[in-house]
C-alpha cells in the first residue's frame, strides 16, 4: 500500500518534472518567448469593436481612431483622445462630426483642436504587455494623466506591432521602431514640440519608453521629452523571469534561479532582453553630457504581485549611478535614502534626486497593484510636475 502510494507519487511527480523541462524546452524558441512576454494574442476586448471608442465610457467624437504607419511598413493601430474640458467647450461641433475610425485624420476636428493648439500638451502612452488600447486600467489611465490640466492634455495611445489591429509580430527591435514612429507622427503630423510631449509607459511599455527616450536623446541635435513616467518598471527580461508570477501567484521559471548554471544557460536563450537598467543609465549618461534638461519619476506600488517593486529600486539605482562621475553602490543609496527619502505613511514614500540637468524620482507606493495604480491621482501629480517644471506657467 505505503510501496503504491509512494510508486504513484514518484511517477506524477516525473510526470510534472518532465512537463516543465518540455515547456523550458518550448520557451527557448523565440515564438513561445514572444508569446509569453508580450502575451499579445491576449486581448481581453474580444467582442469589442476598438472602433466605436464609446463602448469603452468616450464621449461621442472624443476618441478617433486611426492608424500610424510604421517604419517598416504595418500600420499601427492608434486612438487620440480629447481631455474633457477642451470637449466640453467644443461640443456642439465634435458631436456634429462623424465619429468611428479616420482614414485621414487630419481631417478631423478633434485632430485640429490638438495640432492648431500651441498651448497643447500631449501624453504618449506606451501599455504593457497583452490588451489593446481599450483593455484593462488604460481607460481610466487615460483620463488620470490629463485630469490635471483637462483643457491642453490630449493622449496618444497605440498597439504596437501584433497586438491588437496592428499586424506583425512583436520583437523587442520591432517594438522600439514602432514608437519612434509614434513619436514621429506626434512631432511631425501633429506638430508638437518635444518639450510638450510626455511619455507615460507602463510594465513592458517602460521598457519600450527608456529604449525610445534613449533613442532620441542619442540624435544630434538630441531630441529629450518633457519627461518619462514609469509605472512598474523591471530591470531586464533575464531579472524579470527570475521574479514574474503569471496573474500574480503562478511562480514560471523563478524555482530555476536556484540553479544558477541552469538559468544562465536557460537565460542565453532569451531574444528579447529589453535592458532597462543599462538604458536608463545611458539616457541619463547622454542628457548630462549634452547638459539637456530632463525628469524621470519611476512609481511602483509595494502589493503589485506580476512585477515586484524590487525592480523599480534597481532601476532607481541605476539612474542615479549615472549621475555620478564614480558611480555609487545599491547600499551606499539605501543610506542615502534612509536619510533623505520622504515618508508618506499608508502612501508610501517619496525620494528625489536632483542634479543639474535633471530630477529623477522614484516613488514606492503602499497599494495599487499592478495596474490599478495607473488611474490614481499620483499619475496626475506627476503628469503635473513634469509639465511644471518645464513650464512654471503651465497650470
Ligand atoms: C556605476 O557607475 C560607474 C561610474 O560611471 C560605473 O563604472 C559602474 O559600472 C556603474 N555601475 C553599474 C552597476 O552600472
Redesign the pocket.
Known amino acids: 500500500m505505503v510501496y503504491l502510494l509512494f510508486k504513484y507519487a514518484s511517477i506524477s511527480v516525473a510526470v510534472l518534472v518532465g512537463l516543465y523541462a518540455g515547456l523550458l524546452g518550448l520557451l527557448t524558441t523565440s515564438f513561445f518567448q514572444a508569446h509569453v512576454v508580450y502575451l499579445h494574442k491576449i486581448q481581453m476586448t474580444w467582442f469589442k469593436d476598438l472602433d466605436v471608442p464609446e463602448i469603452f465610457g468616450f464621449l461621442h467624437g472624443q476618441t478617433t481612431p486611426f492608424s500610424i504607419k510604421s517604419s517598416t511598413g504595418g500600420m499601427l493601430y492608434a486612438w487620440h483622445i480629447l481631455p474633457i474640458e477642451l470637449y466640453r467647450q467644443h461640443e456642439s461641433a465634435l458631436v456634429a462630426e462623424p465619429s468611428g475610425f479616420a482614414l485621414d485624420i487630419t481631417s478631423r476636428f478633434a485632430f485640429k483642436l490638438l495640432r492648431d493648439d500651441p498651448d497643447a500638451r500631449l501624453i504618449i502612452h506606451m501599455h504593457g504587455a497583452g490588451g489593446t488600447v481599450g483593455s484593462g486600467y488604460r481607460v481610466p489611465n487615460y483620463r488620470a494623466v490629463s485630469a490635471g490640466q483637462p483643457k491642453t492634455i490630449h493622449v496618444l495611445t497605440f498597439d504596437y506591432r501584433g497586438f491588437g489591429r496592428s499586424l506583425g509580430t512583436p520583437s523587442e527591435r520591432g517594438l522600439c521602431l514602432d514608437a519612434i514612429a509614434v513619436v514621429d507622427w506626434a512631432t511631425e503630423v501633429a506638430g508638437i514640440p518635444s518639450s510638450q510631449i510626455l511619455i507615460f509607459s507602463q510594465s513592458i511599455g517602460t521598457a519600450v519608453s527608456l529604449a525610445v527616450s534613449e533613442y532620441f536623446a542619442l540624435q544630434s541635435p538630441p531630441k529629450v521629452f518633457a519627461g518619462t513616467i514609469l509605472v512598474a518598471p523591471f530591470v531586464d527580461v533575464a531579472t524579470l523571469v527570475t521574479t514574474y508570477r503569471v496573474a500574480g501567484s503562478i511562480p514560471l521559471l523563478s524555482p530555476l534561479a536556484r540553479f544558477p548554471l541552469l538559468f544562465n544557460y536557460l537565460s542565453t536563450f532569451i531574444r528579447d532582453k529589453w535592458l532597462s537598467k543599462d538604458r536608463i543609465?545611458q539616457y541619463i549618461r547622454a542628457n548630462e553630457a549634452n547638459g539637456e534638461k530632463y525628469q524621470l519619476t519611476l512609481i511602483h506600488a509595494e502589493d503589485d504581485y506580476d512585477i515586484p517593486s524590487h525592480h523599480t529600486e534597481v532601476v532607481f539605482w541605476?539612474a542615479i549611478?549615472?549621475t555620478?562621475?564614480?558611480?555609487?553602490t545599491y547600499d551606499e543609496l539605501e543610506e542615502v535614502k534612509y536619510k533623505s527619502k520622504r515618508d508618506l505613511g499608508a502612501a508610501g514614500s517619496v525620494m528625489e534626486w536632483r542634479t543639474k540637468n535633471g530630477v529623477i524620482r522614484e516613488e514606492i507606493l503602499k497599494t495599487g497593484l499592478h495596474d490599478v495604480v495607473m488611474g490614481y491621482p499620483v499619475i496626475t501629480m506627476a503628469v503635473m510636475r513634469i509639465f511644471q517644471a518645464v513650464d512654471p506657467s503651465f497650470n
Open positions: 543609465a541605476h549611478n549615472a555620478l562621475p564614480r558611480g555609487i
